[in-house]
Nanobody
Framework: QVQLVESGGALVQPGGSLRLSCAAS????????MSWYRQAPGKERDMVATISNTGITTNYADSVKGRFTISRDNAKNTMYLQMNDLKPEDTAAYYC?????????WGQGTQVTVSS
């Protein structure tokens, strides 16, 4: 079965950096686009970044452009989100998402807290 496991979340000061990972299993990772989403308390879950199956095409939410970088290693069945210049408004639970055959699959999330 599909399994998505996020890791790398932490408490970090404003201006700091983190790298999140999403380890995937149970499906052919290399043929699917993948996404990162985030959800802050009391808010909707929003798309942060998307990456094509080859990693060539990426898209970002305006709020993270120039600060976050999405990438993937198909040999390791893993997707990453490099987050630089973190701001308090980046505080949220971060989730990886797979859309496969019309169904959405989510990981359990990893918490990122940006605070001094």
């Amino acid at each position: 079965q599909v399994q998505l496991v996020e890791s790398g979340g932490a408490l970090v000061q404003p201006g700091g950096s983190l790298r999140l990972s999403c380890a995937a299993s149970g499906f052919t990772f290399s043929i699917y686009w993948m996404s990162w989403y985030r959800q802050a308390p009391g808010k909707e879950r929003d798309m942060v970044a998307t990456i094509s199956n080859t990693g060539i095409t990426t898209n970002y939410a305006d709020s993270v452009k120039g600060r976050f970088t999405i990438s993937r290693d198909n040999a390791k069945n893993t997707m990453y989100l490099q987050m630089n210049d973190l701001k308090p408004e980046d505080t949220a639970a971060y989730y990886c998402k797979l859309r496969m055959r019309g169904n959405d699959y989510w990981g359990q999330g990893t918490q990122v807290t940006v605070s001094s």
